[in-house]
């Protein structure tokens, strides 16, 4: 199992991990003897919910594997089956292509192993559908938003299934810059440009039909990447790389048409470096830009965004996943950390003090709106010592996400680890599993903690963040 989302096997089809096995209607009609199996298999991983050690996806998938091959043996009712039938024929060769590929990893091409991985993502799209339907009956406008990577594991499904239209031989990455100072390799084959637009961008074209078929909105990784991409030979330095352009018309008046058909919103995650005619483009097609209260500058005086110079057409929130968790962004992990991976250029003293300088000055901008409840900060500096001791700072997170929903950006929203004080970094661009632990990271409090879902309500930090995002 590879850890990380955005380096999937597939941009099309669902991981089934995800799968939750005890809702399959099969699952009732097992014998006693393979549900005493099942139980025992996942007797120790629910164990692991309560351990802040990293989290360990090959044993739960390998023990959902036990259980799905044995419900997938059982018989279906005929309504069942005639709705399994149903997706198959919507699916079509894609999801051949893609069953034949997961069985080839077993070095299997039986009709039953083929059979089995089409069956499994029959069961995500279901459980998927009953997801997205309780959300809309929850009162949720959009219900689920997807997550679309900017490309595929270079040993994955699409890799294979798709190679007559990528570049196998260069990797997606991106240049040098203040976060990363030697560039990112993302591993992924990027789309040839001339090869896509001679199939008719197809296989742009289905992806995005089936992952929008259940969602009310999709969210774009680095949606700079349908303008260029950041190319490198494979192998090489990110500093080796170029830009290499795409038609971007097509692309994105794809993925707005298809929006369209599904009435989904469009959010594109438009950070990092590129030309102000891109945004322009997007947002003339109706699609909104992506605003992290880190990186946003005023275009009217020197610092932060005032909170109504913030775009209309945006997702804005605090934080991102490539960062560290807001409590830790403020206790400087994101200085830290890159620092201990050897990360930085320049010594660590001048990053802190670069870094303290401009957290101040948001601050200080977020002061002005009179949105602090209480009085931990004087002035509302946070200064090295504070880093250190890594006090109380709960009257900080609230009044950053008060200021983030009162913008009059169309969406806003805020990161679950902000609202449990969690301080680990998720994710750390630029690096594999060698260096740091990217997308092990359970969900913790601040004291290392792991919190479950259910234990969510009951924590004041929840509450009051919930409470400081809501829309007024």
């Not at 997807?146 to 594991?153: I, K, N, Q, Y």
């Not at 959010?267 to 990092?272: C, K, V």
């Not at 990186?295 to 932060?304: A, I, L, M, Q, T």
């Not at 260096?435 to 092990?440: G, I, K, Q, R, S």
Request: aromatic share 10%; with cysteine; charged share 20%.
């Amino acid at each position: 199992i590879e850890n990380s989302p955005y380096l999937p096997t597939t941009r099309r089809f669902i991981n089934p991990l995800y799968i939750h096995v005890e809702s399959i209607p099969e699952y009732a009609d097992l014998d006693s003897e393979t549900h005493g199996r099942i139980d025992s298999l996942a007797a120790p991983l629910k164990d692991a919910n309560h351990s802040p050690d990293y989290i360990r996806r090959d044993p739960i998938y390998s023990a959902k594997l036990y259980a799905l091959r044995k419900i997938h043996a059982l018989p279906r009712s005929p309504e069942r089956d005639a709705a399994y039938q149903d997706y198959l024929a919507h699916e079509g060769h894609g999801l051949d292509d893609f069953a034949r590929w997961c069985a080839a990893q077993e070095n299997r091409d039986d009709d039953t192993t083929i059979d089995f991985y089409r069956w499994l993502q029959w069961i995500c799209d279901q459980q998927f559908h009953a997801a997205s339907t309780a959300a809309y009956d929850a009162g949720m406008s959009i219900g689920i938003m997807a997550d679309l990577a900017v490309g595929v594991h270079p040993a994955g499904a699409d890799a294979t299934n798709l190679a007559g239209v990528l570049a196998p031989g260069a990797s997606v990455g991106a240049p040098a810059d203040g976060y990363n100072q030697n560039g990112q390799d993302w591993s992924q084959p990027p789309w040839h440009p001339r090869k896509l637009a001679e199939a008719g961008y197809r296989p742009w074209r289905d992806m995005l039909r089936t992952v929008l078929r259940h969602s009310g909105g999709i969210r774009v990784d680095h949606i700079l990447g349908l303008f260029r991409l950041w190319w490198i030979p494979r192998g090489q330095s990110p500093l080796t790389g170029t830009y290499v352009h795409y038609d971007y018309n097509a692309l994105v008046g794809i993925l707005a048409l298809e929006a369209e058909r599904a009435g989904a919103v469009v959010i594109g995650e438009d950070l990092g470096t590129f030309e102000q005619w891109v945004q322009d483009v997007l947002a003339a097609r109706g699609i909104m830009g992506t605003s992290i209260l880190w990186f946003e500058r005023s275009p009217s005086v020197d610092g932060p965004r005032h909170q109504g110079e913030y775009r209309t057409l945006a997702l804005s929130s605090v934080t991102t996943h490539d960062l560290p968790p807001t409590a830790g962004y403020l206790y400087g992990e994101h200085i830290a950390l890159r620092d201990r991976l050897g990360l930085l250029i320049r010594d660590t003293e001048t990053e802190n003090s670069e870094d303290l300088a401009w957290q101040n000055r948001i601050l200080a901008r977020i002061g002005e709106y009179g949105l602090f409840d209480g009085t931990a900060l004087d002035g509302h500096d946070f200064d090295g010592a504070a880093r250190d001791e890594r006090g109380d700072i709960t009257d900080l997170l609230v009044a950053m996400h008060r200021y983030i929903a009162g913008t009059p950006s169309a969406l806003t929203c805020a990161s679950l680890v902000d609202m449990v004080g969690d301080i680990k970094a998720q994710n750390q661009p630029g690096t594999t599993h060698d260096l740091y632990p990217n997308w092990c990271i359970p969900l913790c409090d601040a004291a290392n903690t792991p919190i479950l879902v259910h234990d969510l309500p009951a924590l004041p930090l929840f509450r009051a963040v919930a409470e400081a995002s809501r829309r007024r």
